[in-house]
């Protein structure tokens, strides 16, 4: 799967101005009250799946050079006939009968996580679960294969490279800022102190600088992408969550320039309830409130996002990213465990290849996949659900930071509050920039 890097030009970026750091402490706190939320929600809908969504870029009708051909994503689009060029980054492909989101988890004691917890200074407290007393490290020990192929071995140098007077970015929630902070450390080992410094502030977005390559790594907060009540980086936890309608563009100015774009949205979306949609401004005196189902809701939320990325992203030049739903564990039944129980104490997988869990993923992943098949935009789709649903234990439960004092009924039952929502890093979410960098490199 080796093949040469390929040219890399510039492309224009947005400069932004440089912000002081400080820790972006609260945002997982909201995540524990979904916990809380999600125990008591259970959604039984059905699930259709639908062909990982890539649309051919430009039509390609020129012999071929076999000799070039395994540097080149010539996939026939079934529907068309059409030739589909080399997307951007790709240095090779995988072979087109091979889904790489469909395998097994393989025990491999032998093989190191990609870093150590202590040597990557980014990770938050909320996901250190080594510092915070988790006593075993066997959740850092699997590695995903794909029933089809192998994957790419995670290559920094080649990430590095190709982000060369570039700018990633990572929009979403607590979930993608996870995801965030799993590339950074991944990448950061490679770079000098002096060369490199973490950006962040109170505002929405952090930036991670890698000077000597003229690079930015940025996570952008938006739980929805649209506007919405919950949007301030620190103070976000808002009950009553109310989302406005049509409002991509006030969090999609920031994103322009990019050069690749990783979305997610979902746990924010599962309140349990009708979900409330904002018609006009949040700066209106009388609000006009209309209430849809979750999954009209979110329906919306793909709807606009599909449309921004139509609109705004340069298929020739940047690659655009959607990171299905993550899954939570907070449930035991759910998996044959016992009542009462969750992730808490969990240190093995699920071994039910159909296993999904019960709650609303079905019907959202239906959603995402009716939308993305509607939709012209170039987004290549990170089908992480089913692959992430085994992994009960790699959440962090109790082996992290804390937000506040413990009542003395959660002192007594560690289980009553364990957060089965975030996953420890080094682990699970290294996995994911796997697969990324498998679709980014060799789609
Ligand atoms: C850094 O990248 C930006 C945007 O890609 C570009 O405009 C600028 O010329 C680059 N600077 C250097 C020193 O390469
Ligand atoms: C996601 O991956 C799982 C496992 O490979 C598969 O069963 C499911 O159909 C996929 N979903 C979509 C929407 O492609
Ligand atoms: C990683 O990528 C770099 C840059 O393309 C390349 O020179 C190197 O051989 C690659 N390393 C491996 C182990 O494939
Ligand atoms: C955790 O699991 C171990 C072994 O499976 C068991 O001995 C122990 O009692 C469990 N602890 C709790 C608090 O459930």
Redesign the pocket.
């Known amino acids: 799967m ?1 093949a040469p ?1 390929s040219s890399l030009s510039p492309v224009n970026q947005m400069v932004r101005k440089a912000r002081i750091s400080t820790p972006f402490i609260f945002t997982v706190l909201a995540f524990i009250i979904f916990v809380a939320i999600l125990y008591g929600q259970d959604f039984a809908c059905t699930f259709s799946s639908f062909d990982n969504h890539q649309q051919p870029q430009t039509l390609d009708n020129s012999p071929r050079n076999p000799k070039l051909h395994s540097n080149f994503v010539e996939r026939k689009d079934k529907k068309k006939g059409r030739r589909e060029k080399k997307l951007p980054f790709a240095v090779g492909s995988t072979a087109e009968s091979c889904d790489i989101f469909d395998g097994e988890w393989v025990r491999d004691m032998e093989r190191k996580p990609m870093y150590e917890e202590w040597e990557c200074p980014y990770i938050q407290p909320q996901l250190t679960c080594q510092e915070h007393g988790r006593p075993d490290k066997d959740y850092q020990h699997w590695r995903w294969q794909p029933r089809g192929c192998d994957l790419p ?1 995670f ?1 920094a ?2 990430m590095l ?1 190709a982000l060369r007077g570039k700018r990633m970015l990572f929009v979403g929630d607590s979930l993608n800022r996870g995801q965030y902070v799993s590339m950074i450390c991944l990448l950061h080992r490679l770079v000098p102190e002096q060369g490199k410094v973490m950006e962040s502030s109170y505002s929405s977005l952090t930036v991670f600088r890698l000077k000597d390559y003229n690079a930015t790594v940025e996570f952008y907060w938006a739980p929805f992408l649209l506007e919405s009540n919950s949007d301030d980086a620190v103070v976000h936890r808002i009950a009553d969550r109310v989302v406005r309608k049509g409002s991509i563009a006030t969090h999609g100015k920031h994103w322009k320039g990019a050069d690749i774009v990783v979305f997610n949205t979902y746990l924010w979306w599962m309140t349990g309830l009708q979900f409330k949609i904002l018609k006009g401004s949040f700066k209106d005196e009388v609000q006009e409130i209309e209430e849809l189902s979750t999954e009209d809701a979110y329906r919306m939320g793909m709807k606009s996002m599909l449309k921004w990325v139509e609109r705004n992203m340069d298929p020739k030049k940047t690659r655009v990213f959607f990171t299905s739903m993550s899954p939570t564990h907070a449930k035991s039944i759910d998996w044959g465990g016992e009542e009462g129980g969750n992730c808490y104490n969990e240190t093995t997988l699920i071994e039910d290849p159909e296993y999904w869990g019960s709650d609303s993923r079905k019907s959202i992943m239906k959603v995402i996949g009716e939308e993305f098949s509607r939709s012209k935009a170039p987004v290549t789709f990170l089908n992480i659900t089913q692959l992430s649903s085994y992994r009960k234990d790699a959440h962090t439960e109790i082996y992290k930071k804390q937000w506040g004092p413990l009542t003395p009924e959660q002192q007594a039952d560690p289980k009553s509050y364990a957060d089965c929502v975030h996953w420890c890093l080094p682990g699970l979410q290294d996995t994911w920039n796997e697969l990324l960098f498998a679709k980014l490199f060799y789609p």
């Open positions: 080796k890097l071995s290559n140098t080649l490279e």
